[in-house]
């Protein structure tokens, strides 16, 4: 399996085992609007960097997308609340920590920004947060 793939399933692990149990890694996450009653957790890879850190070694940096989308109201705000709540708490499990199995591979940053696609959930009513992962390895 690629870095970047192996990056983002021990990123679905971690939520898993936080109780997010409905995140898989999904490369292409499309979903039919019919399907979106329930919350979807999807990690995918978003960018990868590659870096001389020393003579021996290199840094790669992966950026790491998590998206959590779940159809509501527009006029729900507590949902729309919940589901930022869902993103905040995601964005607090990974930051600055390690991820499990890959022991090189430290959270540098988190990113959300913006919330949420006001634009999606006006026109779909659907609520889309993506939490960015900076992550950041060595390797020889």
Known sequence: MAAAFDICDAVV???VTAGYAEAVLLPMPIFELR???TRHISVLPAAELTEKADRAR???TYH???AVQQRVATDNGAAIETLVGVCEAIATLFDGNRLT???GAHVMGVENDPLY???MLREKKLFMGVVRLNVREWRT
């Open 13 to 15: 692990t971690m939520l």
């Open 35 to 37: 399907d979106m009653d």
């Open 58 to 60: 290199r840094q790669f």
């Open 64 to 66: 790491v997308d998590i």
């Open 101 to 103: 199995g890959r022991t």
């Open 117 to 119: 696609d006001v634009g």
